[in-house]
Every structure is written in structure tokens, then in C-alpha cells.
């Protein structure tokens, strides 16, 4: 399993407008409804966040409950939303499960692969030659296009920084390598 480390310069409880919230960080709308969010990066004139759904677990320290990513969330980068008011709650980390054996095979878009699935496509690679592998975001909500999905790189290149949102065809050949799920830390609210 591979793990991300974010290092930000946010502490939890700032509050800071929507804009300035970088990749790594868990927050809510001050004036929300306390849906949180995990901010990825902007693309193509939108901010796009992991939505995060409560879930309810007995024995844990923070008290019952834990928050997963059900999926991504792409919000317009104009100022109504850029500027509003923000609450840092924690940060995230992405964590990577490998399959034993990745499905390897033509998929079209009625079967595409599930969100949160590790993908690699063809001719997509390194500067060392190795396969990059990218973390599936869903269809692409940005363009209202269901024959492309937005993924977010989770390998780098000599050339770019990470985070990096790239569109790739839904239909085509790719192997799906495992599951990536976040990992997220918060500071109990007083």
C-alpha cells in the first residue's frame, strides 16, 4: 500500500476564503449545511473537491463516526463561490490497495471503472517508462461530456507537479490496479 503525505500550511479551525484551500485539506462552508469537502486542485475554470459523506462506526476515538469520499464535486472558480468562507476540519491523505491481479480490458460507457478505482492506461508513461497511474473522478461534470473521465494523476513527472487532473476516453483499454481511498485525520471540535 502506498500512502500520500500532505504537508499544509493551514492549521485545523482556520478559516480561510474557498480559493486559497489547497490540495490535501478537509474544510465545510462557514454558512454551509456541513457537508465537508477534501480540496483537490482547479481545472478548466473550476475548483474540484472530494464530497465526503459521514458514516457512523462503533469504538472509534472521534467519537462514531468517520468520513468517506463518494465522489467528486466541481464548483464554479467565480468569485459567489471563490470567495466564500471556509473552516479547515483536517487534512487527507491518499491511500493505494493493490488488486493481486489488475483487470486489464476494452471498457465502454456502461461499464466504465468505479470511482476511486487506480488506473493506467496505454502509452501514458514516466520518464523512466513505467505506466502512470491515475485515481478515477467520474465521468467529467466540467464539459457535461459522459465519454471522458477526469482523473487525478498520482504519479508525477519531471515536468509537471502534482495534483494534475487529466480527461482520459471512457471507452478504450484500461487496467484497473486496485483502489484508492482517503485517509482522514481531524482534530476533535471543542
Request: with cysteine.
Amino acid at each position: 500500500m502506498f500512502k500520500s503525505n500532505i504537508v499544509s500550511p493551514l492549521n485545523v479551525g482556520d478559516v480561510v476564503k474557498r480559493e486559497t484551500i489547497p490540495f490535501g485539506n478537509v474544510f465545510d462552508y462557514v454558512s454551509g449545511n456541513g457537508t465537508r469537502y477534501g480540496a483537490i486542485t482547479s481545472y478548466k475554470g473550476t475548483i474540484l473537491s472530494f464530497k465526503l459523506h459521514r458514516q457512523f462506526k462503533e469504538n472509534l476515538p472521534s467519537g462514531g463516526a468517520i468520513y468517506t469520499a463518494v465522489k467528486s464535486t466541481c464548483t464554479p472558480s467565480i468569485p459567489k463561490t471563490t470567495h466564500k468562507d471556509c473552516t479547515i476540519r483536517g487534512f487527507y491523505a491518499i491511500a493505494l490497495h493493490f488488486a493481486v491481479v489488475p483487470i486489464v480490458k476494452s471498457w465502454t460507457s456502461k461499464d466504465r471503472p468505479e470511482f476511486g478505482a487506480i488506473l493506467s492506461v496505454p502509452n501514458a508513461l514516466d520518464t523512466d517508462g513505467n505506466p502512470h497511474l491515475f485515481m478515477n473522478l467520474g465521468p467529467t461534470a466540467i464539459l457535461n461530456r459522459s465519454d471522458e473521465l477526469n482523473v487525478l494523476k498520482l504519479t508525477e513527472s519531471h515536468s509537471h507537479e502534482l495534483p494534475v487532473i487529466v480527461a482520459i476516453p471512457t471507452e478504450g483499454l484500461m487496467a484497473v490496479r486496485g483502489r484508492a481511498e482517503l485517509e482522514i485525520s481531524e482534530q476533535k471540535e471543542t
